[in-house]
């Protein structure tokens, strides 16, 4: 008997390095895909591939589960019998329940974030085009979709951030300014890298950073271009234009200095001074200067820990929006199957009255389902 069947292999039980090999670019999803089909191994089939996950979704009985694994293990050059135990088997319902919380971002590392919904639909998309979904893949993933697009809009768990670097370009980005420069003081290091990623390529945003390496100002500047980048000697010249000013170094000394700035600030004007160090590397007694605002670690800390009870409520709702949504679905699924049968029913039930069909009903059902069927009566009427 055919089942709706996910096979996952993802950040839950592999390692960063199986989740690389397993990732497949789009000529190898829709290679795999369209090898399926071919060979006629199966009629439903979707393929979604993410950084921290590649997982199936398709319409099968148990041997196909044992022919997929050696399938990707194959197309991969691995060998399956080492792999077995980073591969999640989720069937019926749990696969259902699965293939929900995957596209509503409530099974990413990140509880929430809404980048999966963008990469499941693709995938979807690329496999209705080569013909590899019907009814209830088709029906699943639009309904899924839908669900998480419904949380997207109706609650704040894709918008409450708890990381610092998301924290502190969510700051940036909201600064009452049109076009602001952004200074960052360490940005090879691994705090101020990811600010600076967070913020690359954001209209409005232009970007300077700081490095005493030669070498590491050369490699940043390559990979990014429109990040402009000077010497770590220089970051007091920058200060001046600058509309916030970020320091994430592990320098055992100041980076800024209330002495140094003033001898460089020649525009009174509001700058952010956020200190993303521990020490920190920004003297307190800036905030003197005409304008200046200072936010440390222990600032975004406190936000990320409001952040925190907000989204825990916000799961919940979210938690609540995907049961619905999955209970709608699973009717929907139930009802289909049952279509082809609805004529022979028709005519069994034909000229019966409706007590004798209750009767027989209640001879039939267990208590909970006839308690259920009762209750949906009462309702009614």
Do not use: W
């Not at 605002?293 to 936000?303: A, I, Q």
């Amino acid at each position: 008997m055919e089942q709706f069947i996910s096979i996952s292999i993802s950040h839950k039980t592999a390692p960063v390095e199986i989740r690389a090999l397993f990732s497949f670019s789009i000529e190898e999803q829709e290679r795999f895909l369209k090898g399926i089909v071919e060979h006629g191994a199966l009629e439903e089939c979707v393929l979604l591939s993410t950084c921290n996950r590649t997982e199936l979704y398709f319409r099968g009985n148990n041997q196909n589960i044992l022919e997929l694994q050696q399938r990707l293990a194959e197309f991969k050059q691995m060998d399956v019998a080492v792999l077995r135990k980073y591969f999640l088997i989720y069937m019926e319902d749990k696969a259902i329940q699965h293939l929900f919380q995957v596209i509503c971002g409530m099974d990413s590392m990140v509880m929430g974030e809404d980048e999966i919904l963008g990469q499941a639909k693709e995938a979807y998309e690329r496999a209705l085009k080569l013909g590899t979904t019907k009814y209830l893949l088709n029906t699943l993933f639009q309904a899924a979709i839908t669900c998480a697009k419904k949380i997207k809009t109706d609650t704040r768990l894709s918008k409450t951030s708890i990381s610092i670097g998301t924290l502190v370009a969510n700051e940036v980005m909201s600064y009452q300014k049109e076009s602001k420069k952004v200074l960052i003081i360490g940005v090879s290091g691994k705090m101020g890298s990811i600010v600076m990623k967070n913020l690359y390529g954001k209209p409005g945003i232009e970007l300077i950073g700081t490095s005493r390496s030669h070498n590491a100002r050369e490699s940043i500047h390559g990979s990014y271009k429109k990040l402009e980048m000077v010497h770590y000697l220089e970051r007091y010249q920058y200060m001046n234009d600058a509309d916030i000013i970020i320091s994430a170094t592990t320098s055992p000394h100041y980076t800024i200095t209330y002495h140094e700035l003033s001898e460089n600030i020649k525009v009174d004007k509001k700058r952010i001074f956020i200190d993303l160090s521990v020490p920190m590397d920004i003297d307190k007694d800036i905030i003197k200067q005409e304008g200046a605002v200072l936010h440390d670690m222990d600032y975004y800390e406190e936000v990320a820990k409001h952040n925190i009870l907000i989204k825990e409520q916000e799961i919940i709702e979210a938690q609540r929006i995907l049961e619905k949504h999955m209970e709608e679905i699973k009717k929907e699924l139930s009802f289909h199957e049952f279509l082809p049968q609805l004529a022979k029913v028709k005519q069994r039930l034909s000229g019966r009255s409706f007590e004798n069909v209750l009767y027989e009903l209640k001879d039939k059902a267990n208590h909970e389902e006839f308690s259920g069927l009762l209750k949906l009566l009462q309702e009614m009427v």
